[in-house]
């Protein structure tokens, strides 16, 4: 497996509470992106960085914020998470954009 | 909406024969994917083809692109119960990689 790791691993927590995911690499990636899974819809791209500080949305970013302050650590902020943010949430990191995506082990994220 | 459709959404087979998952997709492209996914895991890449290549081979698998069609299609050759897991294409889409649904694939042994 490539060096990306996820944590938290699995999290419960209550509607309205402030959430973050943590995506970390040592691969030295430029390219970091969040993704979230979920029945009958595939992948959807939340945010993805191309550099430390440098980020963009992706077609689910409602809701979600994003931070690259180093190049090995990638953060998933839920401000006020709702139910409809339950999804298990994939890092991945590429050395290209568009090119081979390297997928870390996920978080399984429930909101009561 | 997804750029990537796969189809067959399911698909089922024995051991030893061939499984064919198909992807269309909506826009020109530069490069397909094909990933693979085992239940309660990241996904994983299998093989990337470019607009300019009409097939390409890795071990067991052969991967076709008609760009014409925009279409393209992963064929497992001799499968094994190890190959169940969702295959997913994935194709660039302005600056981004889109995924699709996924074929869920079931050898039986």
């Known amino acids: 497996d490539a060096g990306i790791t996820q944590s938290p691993r699995h999290k419960v927590t209550e509607t309205g509470t402030p959430v973050t995911l943590r995506c970390h690499q040592t691969?030295?990636?430029?390219?970091m992106y969040w993704y979230r899974q979920d029945p009958g819809h595939g992948l959807r791209l939340i945010h993805y960085?191309?550099?430390?500080?440098?980020?963009d949305k992706g077609e689910v970013s409602d809701g979600y914020s994003v931070s690259r302050s180093k190049t090995e650590d990638f953060l998933l902020t839920l401000e006020s998470a709702t139910s409809s943010q339950t999804s298990v949430y994939f890092c991945?990191?590429?050395?290209?954009?568009?090119?081979?995506?390297?997928f870390g082990p996920g978080t399984r994220l429930t909101v009561l | 909406s997804q750029q990537g459709e796969e189809d067959p959404q399911a698909l089922s087979i024995q051991e030893g024969e061939n499984a064919t998952m198909n992807c269309s997709y909506k826009?020109?492209?530069?490069?397909l994917q094909w990933y693979r996914q085992n239940s309660g895991r990241g996904l994983v890449h299998l093989i990337l083809?470019?607009?300019?290549?009409r097939e390409k081979h890795s071990g067991r698998l052969r991967v076709t692109l008609d760009t014409s069609k925009k279409s393209s299609s992963l064929l497992i050759t001799a499968s094994r119960a190890a190959d169940t897991a969702s295959y997913f294409c994935?194709?660039?889409?302005?600056?981004?990689?889109?995924f699709g649904t996924g074929t869920r694939l079931q050898v039986f042994p």
């Open positions: 991945a990191i590429s050395e290209l954009n568009y090119n081979e995506q390297f």
């Open positions: 691969e030295n990636h430029r390219y």
């Open positions: 960085s191309y550099g430390v500080k440098d980020t």
């Open positions: 826009t020109s492209i530069n490069n």
């Open positions: 083809i470019r607009s300019n290549e």
């Open positions: 994935a194709t660039d889409h302005t600056d981004k990689l889109i």
